[in-house]
């Protein structure tokens, strides 16, 4: 990650906007993707020179207010604001973007957490630490997840396995998607002095190369889970899966559950996992 995710991430978001968007006429022709400086500044209610000094990084401690201006005027979702008043509190440092970046991926499972996915069998659950690595699961997720490859990694890694993996392709129909949200999982994750993460990028770098490059290039804010993944199963067919994450931030590691999401996919993985129908029941998505 750059030392200016702020300013990269306002870019990036005036960018993502046209001027009727923002109530604004095209105008003539444009040289720039979305809007303008001029025109943000103007919806915004900032000056350009100001702007200009926020988006190269040379102004670091924008104020609340300043914030809540461009926020409006990009029209933000709120977790968009959440993650802009972050970058925020990152670039003027009050935080670190990733406080356990000098600390090793946490591999240790809490007595408690193993509990925990016990006590959600059958459904398929893992515990990933913060580079995407699967360091505990459910005999659910092996009987999902193992059949198309996942787990044959030392230890297993979601993202890695997404990236470099040819079955991958095979087993996610919405392969983009799902590399999408892996690129902005591990970004998100990363913080600059995160030498694990970046060992990480760098070796998807260059197994992956502009498959994950891109996405790395243009990825920005937190990562949105898309409402259902699909999953081709060598012997459960195409499933429908909804995904719920339960963060451990004391652990730097979430659960991520894995439901069905229509009543097809609940008696499928009902027969995967060898329980009585109906002990996965379907969610709606």
């Keep these: 990650m750059s030392e200016n995710e702020l300013g990269a991430y306002l870019r990036l978001r005036r960018e993502a906007l046209k001027p009727?968007?923002?109530?604004?006429?095209?105008?003539?022709?444009?040289?720039?993707?979305?809007?303008?400086r001029s025109e943000l500044a103007t919806v915004a209610g900032v000056s350009v020179e100001y702007l200009t000094r926020l988006e190269q990084g040379r102004d670091r401690n924008p104020s609340v207010q300043v914030l809540v201006s461009l926020a409006d005027a990009?029209?933000?979702?709120p977790d968009e604001r959440m993650h802009l008043r972050h970058l925020a509190k990152v670039t003027s440092g009050g935080i670190a973007l990733c406080p356990a970046a000098g600390q090793a991926p946490a591999r240790v499972v809490r007595p408690s957490v193993r509990a925990l996915l016990e006590r959600l069998e059958p459904a398929p659950a893992a515990l990933l630490n913060r580079l995407g690595e699967v360091i505990a699961r459910t005999t659910g997720f092996e009987r999902l997840f193992g059949p198309i490859g996942l787990l044959d990694g030392d230890p297993p890694n979601?993202?890695?396995?997404?990236?470099?993996?040819?079955?991958?392709r095979i087993a996610f129909p919405d392969w983009d998607r799902v590399a999408?949200?892996?690129?902005?999982?591990?970004?998100?994750?990363?913080?600059?002095d995160d030498s694990w993460a970046g060992e990480l990028i760098d070796l998807l770098s260059f197994a992956a190369g502009e498959a994950f490059t891109e996405r790395m290039a243009r990825t920005a804010g937190p990562p949105r889970l898309a409402p259902v993944q699909r999953m081709a199963h060598p012997g459960a067919g195409e499933l429908r899966l909804t995904r719920e994450p339960l963060d451990l931030l004391?652990?730097?590691q979430r659960i991520l559950v894995y439901l069905p999401a229509d009543a097809a996919t609940a008696t499928a993985l009902d027969h995967l996992t060898g329980r009585h129908p109906g002990a996965l029941r379907a969610v709606s998505a």
């Excluded at 999408?180 to 600059?192: H, I, N, T, V």
Aim: aromatic share 6%; charged share 30%; hydrophobic share 35%.
């Design 74 to 77: 990009l029209r933000m979702t």
């Design 180 to 192: 999408d949200e892996q690129a902005a999982a591990l970004k998100y994750e990363a913080g600059p």
């Design 158 to 168: 979601l993202t890695r396995y997404v990236f470099t993996d040819v079955r991958a």
């Design 20 to 36: 009727a968007d923002v109530g604004l006429s095209p105008g003539g022709r444009r040289r720039t993707p979305g809007l303008r």
């Design 250 to 252: 004391a652990d730097d």
